[in-house]
Nanobody, 123 residues
Framework: QVQLVESGGGLVQTGGSLRLSCAASGRTVSSYHMGWFRQAPGKEREFVAVITRSGLSTYYTDSVTGRFTIFRDNAKNTVYLQMNSLKPEDTAVYYC????????????????WGQGTQVTVSS
């Protein structure tokens, strides 16, 4: 059984940093595209970042490029999202997910999801 468990969310001021973690069990993170998504109240879930299963490529939505970094630790079977220069508009529940589909910006491409972790950025 696949389980993805996010942690690291919290309340931070504008300009601050957080590091989210996604610990996987039942699935090897290096065998799948691992993505981060977020969902703000009243909005649809949106793509944030992905690290491809090769580990050689990462992709980001435009609004976080240069501020967020996705990386993984294969030994810990964990994927991370380092978030710097946080803005109030980054406030959302953040989810990690895994996919074998190369259309990795699409929510429907992911078949396993974590429960989410809340990130709140105060102005």
């Amino acid at each position: 059984q696949v389980q993805l468990v996010e942690s690291g969310g919290g309340l931070v001021q504008t300009g601050g940093s957080l590091r989210l973690s996604c610990a996987a069990s039942g699935r090897t993170v290096s065998s799948y595209h691992m993505g981060w998504f977020r969902q703000a109240p009243g909005k649809e879930r949106e793509f944030v970042a992905v690290i491809t299963r090769s580990g050689l490529s990462t992709y980001y939505t435009d609004s976080v490029t240069g501020r967020f970094t996705i990386f993984r630790d294969n030994a810990k079977n964990t994927v991370y999202l380092q978030m710097n220069s946080l803005k109030p508009e980054d406030t959302a529940v953040y989810y990690c997910a895994s996919s074998y589909d190369n259309n990795f910006r699409a929510v429907l491409s992911y078949d396993s999801w974590g429960q989410g972790t809340q990130v709140t950025v105060s102005s």
